[in-house]
């Protein structure tokens, strides 16, 4: 465990370093930034002066080195728009992209699994069809399609809904705030949560089943059903245990990728997460943001494939995390 853990740290350190230097290499083509921190009445010595302040004149690999020192130390650099450190302004909007990813994350658990695993059980049965045509519908719409969609019907014409915000917060922890604790945050979180779970329940959906189908062909399955051990038992215990391994590889990459998908969802609906965040600083120029927002994404990407090998161990114990297989 101690050497796998020792292994993931160093490969992750690996990808920061990849992550930083290209996320920091790209901000010199989004445009120039004091295009928004100063008005058409600066001089253009005014203005040349204020970039050779700011260091923005130097060579690319001072300027990098620059940053590394100061992000060891957690320091991300300063937004233009904000006024405040970038790591901060993030760590202000990730609580609700938080949010909004483990609510879709939750929906996606809670659909895909009985559904995939019946429409395994009962291949040709009209309520499996029905699934499997929504999941081929729901591949095939854009996650911003569906959210427009949403809007529309529960919104506008049955306003049943709310169409945009988080609604009313509660302050929790650290200045935690979320809209779990309260009725008007739930009712915010619907159309949004159930938008960006669109994405992927129906890849979740298939690839369950498609797994499951295997699953049941195999020996140790018809052996349990032999013995006479409950159907339930066989199917959600023996059979969809290790159904869940190539399941919970793509689960960890595809909640690391729902976190970018946040982008859209959160512009459609006015989502004050990460996500419209780095939408407007990209509007703004404002580049030390935008390359915390990456960095500070890829992070995530980092620690939740860590977690999901981890979790590897748990689902079944023959797999070594240190490497192979007993």
């Known amino acids: 465990m101690l050497l796998f853990l020792f292994r993931r740290l160093m490969q992750g350190l690996v990808v920061m370093f990849v992550i930083s230097l290209i996320s920091f290499s790209i901000q010199d083509n989004l445009g120039d930034p004091l295009r928004e921190m100063v008005g058409q009445s600066v001089s253009e010595a005014e203005r040349e002066a204020l970039r050779e302040e700011m260091g923005l004149n130097d060579p690319f690999l001072v300027q990098y080195a620059r940053f590394m020192s100061k992000a060891v130390q957690g320091d991300l650099g300063t937004s233009y728009f904000f006024k405040e450190p970038a790591l901060d302004v993030i760590l202000d909007k990730l609580p609700a992209t938080l949010e909004l990813v483990f609510s879709a994350t939750l929906l996606i658990i809670l659909i895909s699994i009985p559904a995939g695993v019946y429409s395994a059980i009962r291949p040709n049965s009209i309520l499996t069809r029905l699934i499997l045509g929504i999941s081929i519908l729901g591949i095939s719409v854009p996650?911003?399609?569906t959210a427009i969609f949403s809007i529309y019907l529960f919104s506008i014409e049955l306003?049943?809904?709310p169409s945009y915000g988080r609604g009313e917060?509660?302050?929790v922890?650290?200045?935690w705030e979320t809209g779990f604790l309260?009725?008007?945050g739930w009712l915010h979180l619907v159309l949004p949560s159930v938008s960006l779970a669109s994405i992927m329940l129906p890849l979740f959906i298939r690839l369950i089943r498609s797994e499951m189908v295997e699953t049941l062909s195999t020996e140790y399955v018809k052996f349990a059903k032999a013995k006479g051990l409950q159907k339930v038992r066989v199917y959600f215990l023996?059979?969809?245990k290790n159904t869940m391994l190539p399941v919970i590889t793509v689960g960890g990459v595809q909640i690391g990728t729902m976190v970018a998908y946040t982008i859209l969802t959160e512009t459609v609906f006015q989502w004050p997460g990460m996500g419209f965040m780095?939408?407007?600083a990209v509007n703004r120029v404002d580049t030390p943001l935008i390359v915390a927002y990456l960095i500070v994404v890829g992070?995530?990407?980092v620690v939740v494939n860590t977690l999901v090998d981890l979790i590897y161990g748990l689902i079944n114990p023959t797999v070594k995390l240190a490497g192979g297989s007993q």
Do not use: D, N, P, R
């Open 278 to 280: 780095f939408l407007e």
């Open 182 to 184: 309260t009725k008007s």
């Open 173 to 175: 922890f650290g200045g």
């Open 169 to 171: 917060l509660t302050a």
């Open 299 to 301: 992070g995530i990407f």
């Open 143 to 145: 996650v911003f399609l």
């Open 159 to 161: 306003g049943w809904l």
């Open 238 to 240: 023996h059979a969809l």
